[in-house]
């Protein structure tokens, strides 16, 4: 069975002229899931009751809802969303003066392992559908217009990559969401294969890949994943992916206190991000995770010195500051969870605390 928020809009009309169904109905369907945002098929009142019938049995919506919320001094939300198997995955809003993004999850939980991130803290349990990654971007929409999408939460995306590219396509479509391929970004540890796919790809998405360590003997300890793939076959990738799309590729650098802050660190991470043509970074100090109480994060001088660092060497430079530590939705506390009871949640609104 098929569910609505997996069909690419221009899936509808064949769709609906093999099941005998007048093909004029396909955009009556887009209107109701985009421009209405229908959580319920029979609230789209455009279409005949009989339709609305066939609709929910052949292509229904995805079961999705707000289980728990967790609110941050700072207006970011971070929402348990639960599906119908029992699982759940945990989304972030993050509003800002201009802005309102969402953090979105492609996995139940992560495989990855990174040592400073909650999300692998205990395994995998499965992919999301495509409907699923939906499902969180029409839950938060709900909340609020979002502007802009970084799938940075639970799981690795380029694992669980055709789920991933469908959901994205949808949101980004025009018929659909509309939400600008430029406001999406996706975020990878590493996985080599994925970046020739992305690049094929003809979409003008933003890529993000979290490096965290400069060298190869420091990264296995801390990403698993570089003993797979290390840094000279990630940055050889990462500098083919740019030369053929023609677009920036960010690095994520988490600053652990004692483990990766030292100078001789900056100055190593500044020629390994040059070898990349077009290429920027962001200084991430740590966010606190239960599971590692040992890493500390980095005080304000050791972030400021790794920035000099990298700007008198040329690299393009961003100091970061984490939002919503207070709710544990900062990068890296995101974690699996299973919560037993539904939330009624507040009526949509969207919040305006600034980013800092």
């Given at each position: 069975m098929r569910k609505a928020w997996s069909i690419l809009p221009e899936e509808w009309k064949p769709l609906l002229v093999e099941r005998g169904v007048r093909p004029f109905r396909a955009e009556q369907i887009l209107q109701a899931l985009y421009r209405d945002w229908i959580d319920d098929w029979d609230q789209a009142t455009t279409l005949p009751k009989e339709l609305r019938e066939r609709l929910k049995a052949e292509f229904p919506l995805t079961d999705a809802e707000i289980r728990a919320v967790s609110r941050g001094l700072?207006?970011?939300?971070?929402?348990?969303?639960?599906?119908?198997?029992?699982?759940?995955?945990?989304?972030?809003?993050?509003?800002?003066?201009?802005?309102?993004?969402?953090?979105?999850?492609?996995q139940v939980g992560c495989a990855m392992g990174c040592v400073f991130c909650a999300s692998g803290s205990q395994g995998i349990v499965?992919?999301?559908?495509?409907?699923?990654?939906?499902?969180?971007?029409?839950?938060?929409?709900?909340?609020?217009?979002?502007?802009?999408?970084?799938?940075?939460?639970?799981?690795?995306?380029?694992?669980?990559?055709?789920?991933?590219?469908?959901?994205?396509?949808?949101?980004n479509s025009g018929r659909g969401p509309n939400l600008g391929a430029r406001h999406v970004t996706i975020s990878t540890c590493g996985i080599v294969p994925g970046f020739a796919r992305l690049?094929?790809?003809?979409?003008?998405?933003?890529?993000?890949?979290?490096?965290?360590?400069?060298?190869?003997e420091l990264r296995?300890?801390?990403?698993?994943?570089?003993?797979?793939?290390?840094?000279?076959?990630?940055?050889?990738?990462?500098?083919?992916?740019?030369?053929?799309?023609?677009?920036?590729?960010?690095?994520?650098?988490?600053?652990?206190?004692g483990v990766n802050d030292s100078r001789e660190m900056a100055e190593e991470l500044?020629?390994?991000?040059?070898?990349?043509?077009m290429a920027k970074v962001?200084?991430?100090?740590?966010?606190?995770?239960?599971?590692?109480?040992?890493l500390k994060t980095p005080d304000e001088q050791t972030m400021l010195m790794f920035l000099d660092v990298l700007m008198k060497r040329r690299v393009q430079t961003m100091l970061r500051r984490s939002r919503g530590k207070d709710a544990n939705a900062a990068c890296g506390q995101l974690r699996l969870s299973r919560?037993?009871?539904?939330m009624r949640t507040t009526s949509p609104h969207r919040p305006s605390s600034p980013v800092e």
């Open positions: 700072d207006g970011t939300e971070k929402l348990l969303v639960g599906f119908e198997d029992g699982e759940a995955v945990e989304t972030v809003l993050i509003p800002a003066r201009d802005r309102f993004t969402q953090c979105i999850s492609t499965r992919s999301l559908e495509a409907d699923e990654i939906v499902a969180q971007f029409m839950l938060g929409r709900r909340r609020g217009e979002i502007t802009n999408i970084v799938v940075m939460g639970m799981g690795e995306p380029f694992v669980n990559y055709d789920a991933t590219m469908r959901a994205l396509r949808l949101i690049a094929a790809e003809g979409i003008q998405f933003e890529l993000s890949v979290s490096l965290h360590a400069p060298t190869d296995s300890e801390l990403m698993p994943v570089n003993r797979r793939w290390p840094l000279d076959e990630l940055i050889a990738a990462c500098a083919a992916y740019t030369r053929q799309t023609k677009r920036i590729i960010t690095f994520e650098y988490t600053v652990i206190k500044a020629r390994v991000v040059r070898q990349v043509p962001n200084l991430i100090p740590l966010s606190p995770v239960a599971h590692r109480p040992d919560a037993a009871t539904p």
